[in-house]
């Protein structure tokens, strides 16, 4: 790459106290800053508008940081310059990253690469469990989709070559993006490499955080339930095609099996069958479970191997926490006697000591999951076939026009 224009994107909701500051230190290194105002409701826009020599994109309403980078990309790129910088703008990345990032840029122009906040400061606080268990959690299940390396996949430092990335079609608009986009980009065969970074954590005090760990956690697990199910069900020549998202693939996969002689009816069914046997009790087996059924029922083992993947890790605790309310729910613990006075004599004594738990409360809970499961992977499994069914019609007669 002959012309090495980078630009430095700030994506910035409610960070009045922290903006400004972050902005006149990044000015230190880059002149070219683009600033994301994702609809703050508190004095960041009037900051932002005192400002000189940026450009500002202002959303409304918060959209995600998603969003908010997907929009300055987009941007940068029609206006030529060639690399971003992504800086988060609660102040916790250090300006003084940003040389050894754009020596990277004209290392390997072509390379995604990523902060490892390896490097500790000197007024910085110790990294929170929660963190190091993200960053860990992250750098796993990275490493089974793509097969590289990355020990930090949450950090937001970040450089993007515009022109390898802004093809990529990637959907989610909040946090989950970020993740989307690294494995999108590692399945397209665009190198993803990282770079040590200074490490600061800010107190609880000074830290604002718009991480919501539930519903965000949810849907970051969504992305890599998308992911684990590309890697271990779809085709490595599905897998490595190139230029589409995650969903795409699936889709293409789909789309590919019912060319394969397979009626929209019984390319539902398959899905459906797979998760309801996916979302069953049956944790370890489900895979023999599915493959014995597929046989039996004669349906399209594939897209059930397809469906089966919603039990993957990244899912499986919300699983298992469904199917425990399902049967608390449905099941009070009266009628469930029978059953659970035979886990208690089950239970050996060495687990109960080694939990710390109450014999009852744990068998009680055991049962109520088991049957919830079970109730719970039937409502799943019908509904799967009847939200899949006009989809594959769809699908089909999109193909039969094409063709």
């Not at 910035?12 to 409701?41: F, L, W």
């Not at 890599?224 to 779809?234: C, G, I, P, Q, Y």
């Amino acid at each position: 790459m002959n012309n090495i224009r980078p630009v430095v994107i700030i994506p910035t909701y409610n960070n009045e106290g922290t903006i400004a500051k972050v902005i006149d230190e990044v000015r230190e290194y880059c002149e070219n800053i683009v600033v994301v105002n994702d609809g703050s409701t508190d004095n960041t826009a009037e900051i932002l508008h005192r400002i000189q020599n940026i450009e500002l994109i202002e959303f409304d309403i918060n959209k995600g940081k998603g969003a908010a980078l997907q929009a300055a990309f987009r941007l940068c790129d029609s206006k030529g310059f060639s690399h971003a910088i992504t800086f988060d703008a609660d102040g916790q990345h250090l300006a003084i990253d940003i040389p050894v990032l754009l020596q990277k840029i004209n290392d390997e122009p072509l390379t995604l690469w990523i902060g490892d906040r390896v490097i500790t400061v000197k007024d910085g606080v110790a990294q929170p469990p929660r963190s190091r268990f993200g960053r860990q959690f992250g750098a796993f299940w990275f490493k089974f989709y793509t097969g590289n390396s990355i020990r930090d996949t949450q950090c937001g430092l970040r450089v993007y070559p515009l022109s390898s990335i802004i093809g990529l079609e990637c959907y989610h608009p909040r946090y989950e993006y970020e993740i989307e986009i690294l494995i999108t980009a590692s399945w397209n065969e665009i190198p993803v490499k990282s770079v040590p970074v200074h490490l600061l954590y800010l107190t609880k005090e000074e830290r604002v955080s718009h991480f919501r760990p539930v519903r965000d956690f949810m849907r970051i697990s969504k992305v890599n339930s998308r992911a684990a199910m590309v890697r271990l069900f779809l085709p490595k020549n599905v897998r490595k095609v190139r230029g589409l998202s995650i969903r795409a693939k699936i889709k293409t996969f789909i789309i590919n099996e019912m060319k394969s002689n397979t009626t929209p009816r019984r390319a539902a069914g398959s899905l459906g069958l797979g998760v309801l046997v996916g979302v069953t009790p049956f944790h370890g087996f489900q895979m023999l479970l599915i493959i014995a059924l597929s046989f039996i029922t004669r349906l399209n083992r594939p897209l059930a191997f397809l469906g089966v993947s919603v039990s993957s890790a990244p899912l499986l605790p919300f699983w298992i926490a469904a199917g425990y309310y399902v049967g608390a729910v449905s099941f009070p613990s009266r009628l469930l006697s029978p059953y659970i006075a035979v886990v208690d004599k089950w239970i050996p004594q060495s687990w109960i000591k080694y939990l710390n738990l109450p014999v009852n409360d744990f068998a009680t809970g055991f049962v109520q999951w088991f049957f919830g499961s079970l109730i719970l992977s039937v409502i799943c499994g019908i509904a799967t076939y009847f939200i899949a069914l006009p989809i594959c019609r769809k699908l089909l007669k999109s193909q039969t026009v094409a063709g």
